[in-house]
């Protein structure tokens, strides 16, 4: 387990040093009229901002993003995204409605806030702004999601082999329309019991080696209508009528079949997809499309640090050069810095409210060191970043890592034993041979390089993720389906494991079992649903 404690007032007299140094570079700049004063905006001072912003992210600093689509909307409708996973359209169901009650009755009662934004990685880059927020926070978010979000998710890896920006919001449309002909043909208990069972099954429905074809809404209404032509040339009245012993006999004098699949198979959705005796077409439609999304949000989980830290160092960046060349005043910056403070606060492990490392704080920090140790590197960064250390170009550097990391990879290779230090970072050991608990690792050059491993690791899919595979499907005998479930750690499942295996049934419609080993392919356990 990793934990983290932070020196804030250390924190905030360093911020205090940079709105010294800022406000003494805007001194050296001719004097330019601020765009705005006050907390007022309008749908032109936005425009404006937007168009500032543009000329310093894309013209000064050389960001490529998609096309912009901004949209102000109020705290209902944000409510509203929340629920639907954020996205502009989607199917219907019962659990999108019960998110949003949840949420809202937080809000009201002022148990939760609400994000200032959401951001969708489509093309264009759509990036929803709260009506309620003053200008300078309009503006902030600006710079945060339409150029900071949009240029991580036109750049980076996983996002550019994984999603498709440009057909997602057009395949959603063609499944909300599908899902609503489902309700209306088939009933709205029948087409709810298939989401329900894909929802569940949702991290397990994800190609981590296999790149997705692309999205094509044309694509999926053709497929839809082979499927349909397909089902009826086989349909057959007289097949039907045939004995089950004579059918049974016929099976019996086969030759034995080879074991199915010839690979474990984790992707559970793909494979019921394809291969489930007992779904409809339509219903493995519906599975199709939950498959999609959660392959749509692959990414999100992998690039969480990045991805944030990245939007809010181009935030920060952004907003002091518009500071720096007089288009904003002090108040303004004021009330930026106030809530950029409060997006990277990190608590203390032994503080109220602390719930892990802060993804905003770890990887804003991360960014922030990058272009400190290109700029201005000390001995110690030479010695563990000799190929960056004093290179000067910070913008390459930190491009280059944008595009090719996630997060587990991107702390594994750049955090320094500096930001180890200033976030206070200390691995505890917690064996269970062992009655107490010891401090693993302490800062030395051997400590540093253990503790970025162990914290990287934390950011590895195996932690988040149950190893659950597909091994066997008998196809030729009772048609049960065992998957394998690989302990990581010696950690088991946890007593919702039960649920989800019926939500399997229910998918496949025979026995399915699941079997748990160890590290050394040892059983030590098994759940069945019949």
């Known amino acids: 387990m990793i934990s983290a404690t932070v020196d804030e007032r250390k924190t905030a007299a360093g911020q205090a040093t940079d709105v010294a140094q800022t406000a003494g570079a805007a001194g050296a700049v001719a004097a330019a009229r601020p765009l705005s004063t006050g907390a007022e905006w309008t749908f032109d001072l936005i425009d404006a901002y937007d ?241 999609k999304m959660a392959q749509y949000f692959y990414p999100q989980g992998q690039t969480k640090v990045m991805n944030e830290g990245w939007a809010t160092f181009w935030h920060y960046t952004i907003l002091n050069r518009l500071f720096d060349k007089g288009l904003v005043d002090s108040g303004f910056m004021l009330e930026v810095l106030a809530a950029h403070t409060n997006v990277i606060a990190q608590r203390g492990y032994d503080q109220r409210g602390y719930a892990g490392i802060n993804p905003y704080a770890l990887g804003y920090a991360m960014f922030t060191e990058l272009r400190r140790i290109c700029e201005t590197p000390s001995e110690e960064d030479r010695h563990w970043f000799p190929d960056i250390a004093g290179c000067r170009n910070w913008r390459k550097v930190l491009d280059f890592a944008m595009r090719n990391y996630k997060d587990e990879s991107f702390i594994a290779q750049y955090l320094s034993p500096r930001l180890m230090r200033e976030f206070r970072l200390f691995a505890i050991a917690d064996h269970e041979g062992e009655d107490s608990l010891f401090v693993d690792v302490i800062h030395n050059d051997q400590g540093y390089r253990r503790l970025r491993r162990l914290l990287a690791a934390q950011y590895n899919r195996d932690y988040q993720i149950p190893d659950v595979q597909i091994v066997r499907y008998e196809r030729r005998g009772d048609r049960s389906l065992t998957l394998r479930h690989r302990r990581h750690r010696g950690r088991p499942l946890d007593e919702a494991a039960e649920q989800v295996l019926k939500h399997v049934h229910r998918l496949w419609g025979f026995t399915v079992r699941l079997v748990t080993v160890d590290e050394n392919d040892k059983q030590v356990g098994m759940l069945e649903v019949k």
């Not at 639907?84 to 019962?94: K, T, V």
């Not at 999601?145 to 750049?155: D, I, L, P, T």
């Not at 569940?200 to 499927?227: K, T």
């Not at 494979?271 to 779904?279: A, D, T, V, W």
Request: proline share 5%.
């Open 51 to 291: 168009r500032a912003i543009r000329e310093i992210a894309v013209g000064e600093f050389g960001l490529d993003c998609y096309p912009n689509q901004i949209e102000i909307i109020a705290s209902e409708q944000m409510l509203d995204a929340y629920a639907s996973l954020g996205l502009p359209i989607g199917y219907s169901h019962w659990s999108f409605g019960k998110e949003f009650i949840r949420n809202e009755h937080l809000y009201r009662k002022g148990h939760q806030g609400l994000a200032y934004e959401i951001v969708i990685n489509s093309n264009p880059c759509i990036a929803y702004l709260m009506e309620e927020n003053t200008m300078a926070m309009q503006a902030l978010v600006i710079a945060h999601a339409c150029y900071g979000h949009n240029s991580f998710f036109k750049g980076n890896y996983l996002f550019r082999q994984w999603t498709d920006a440009e057909a997602i919001i057009d395949y959603m449309v063609f499944a909300k329309k599908y899902v609503a002909q489902c309700e209306e043909r088939y009933g709205l208990e029948a087409v709810e019991e298939v989401l329900d069972s894909c929802h569940a099954l949702m991290s397990h429905g994800v190609d981590r080696y296999h790149h997705p074809a692309p999205l094509s809404v044309e694509e999926e209404r053709r497929r839809q209508i082979e499927r349909e032509r397909h089902a009826w040339k086989q349909f057959d009245e007289i097949w039907r009528t045939l004995p089950a012993k004579s059918r049974g006999r016929e099976r019996k004098g086969m030759r034995a079949e080879p074991s199915f699949p010839a690979e474990p198979q984790e992707n559970l959705l793909y494979f019921i997809e394809k291969h489930s005796p007992c779904l409809e077409p339509w219903q493995a439609e519906i599975v199709r499309i939950v498959r």
